[in-house]
């Protein structure tokens, strides 16, 4: 079983919708990032938390360390979020999770 | 700032040849990783280094392959002998305080075929 466990694998969605991609991982940690990865193959990291919630514009990370569980939400979807989305958590070293591919239709 | 700069961007080998792939960090980023990704495996951590010492090398795959910071501002991958299996991007990222504290930056990666 993967330490990292991210649903759904591939998601579809029209322009304006809410999204939300889910990360669980089964190990202790201290720290969880959700990345991005454009088409192009570029890697940008959103968000890095250990507690609570972040937003950064359209953008909102969630994270209960009880449940060992994280959300990433996006309001307002729009084709330019088109992209697969990484969780990856830092017990000692990162370890990532298989990723989330996201599809925005106009 | 220009980021973390990865060259070359696209590397052909044939198999049994030496990679050597390079890595420029962000000036006053301390923390320093190499990341391979393939199809199969997704994302892996390969190394990282902390004031140019290496501290974690457990996902280095094997003796084949070797990593190295010279100095604070330069890093270097490298691959000998080079194997198909070894194509995949590979990505160098940096940070100022660890991952565990804070974010990082990637450069934009370095796509090697070996064939």
Redesign the interface.
Known sequence: KNEVEQSPQNLTAQEGEFITINCSYSVGISALHWLQQHPGGGIVSLFMLSSGKKKHGRLIATINIQEKHSSLHITASHPRDSAVYICAVFPDKLIFGTGTRLQVFP | DAGVIQSPRHEVTEMGQEVTLRCKPISGHDYL?WYRQTMMR????LI?FNNNVPI?D??MPEDRFSAKMPNASFSTLKIQPSEPRDSA?Y?C?SSPQG????????G??T?LTVV
């Open positions: 990783f997704g994302l892996e951590l990282y974690d457990s996902g991007v990505f990222a991952p565990a504290n804070y974010g990082y930056t990637f934009s990666g796509r």
